[in-house]
C-alpha cells in the first residue's frame, strides 16, 4: 500500500493497467476523478459499466455493438464482396474516417504472437473462415499493421484464404508524403516499391 488513502491508491492502480499509463500518469487520472462533480463521477462509472455490460461483439464481423449485428454488417449499401482483415475495433474508424472504403470488415481482436504465447486458435480466424463459403466475397483485404506479428497473420491468413480461390491482398505500406529517401529504412522502401501505381 502506497502513500496514498486506500480507496485512491486502488483507482490509481486500476488507471495504472491501462496500456502507455504510467504511475505518474495514474495518479493524475484518479486526483481528476476526486476533483470532479458527483454527478460527473457517477456519469463516468456508469458510462464504464455500460460499455462492459451493454455492448457484445457482432456476430458477423466481430465488432462491437449493442445489437447482433453492428450497423456497417446491417447497411445494405456496403459491398458484401469485399472483407477487409483488421486487428482491432479501432481499425475500423480508421477506415471510415477515409470515407473510400464501401466493403465489409473482420477484427481479428489480436495478431499472431508466439513471443506473447497468442496463437492463431486465440484470435476471431474460424468466424472469418466461415464467411468465406456463400461466394459473395471475391476479396479479402489484410489490413494488420506492418510489424512482424501482423505481416504473420496477413501471411499465416493469406495461406488459408488462397485454396478457397479467394484474392488475398495486402495493404500498400511505403513512403509518408514529406519525408525524405535518405531516411526510409529498406522495408519501407520495398514496401513502397511493391505497392508502386501506375501514374
Known sequence: MGYNAAPLERLVDEFSKFPGIG???????????LSMPAADAEALAAAIRDAHTKLHRCRICQDYTEGEICPICANAKRDPSTICVV???????????TREYHGLYHVLHGLISPMDGIGADQLCVKELLARLHDGRV???????????EGEATA???????????????????????GSSL??????????ALSGRDEL
Open 23 to 33: 504511475r505518474k500518469g495514474a495518479t493524475r487520472m484518479a486526483y481528476q476523478v
Open 138 to 148: 471475391k476479396e479479402v483485404i489484410m489490413a494488420t499493421n506492418p510489424t512482424v
Open 87 to 97: 486487428e482491432s475495433p479501432r481499425d475500423i474508424a480508421a477506415f471510415e474516417r
Open 182 to 191: 535518405e531516411y526510409a529504412d529498406e522495408t519501407t522502401l520495398y514496401r
Open 155 to 177: 501471411m499465416y491468413l493469406a495461406r488459408l484464404i488462397k485454396p478457397l480461390g479467394i484474392k488475398t491482398t495486402r495493404l500498400a505500406y511505403g513512403l509518408p508524403v
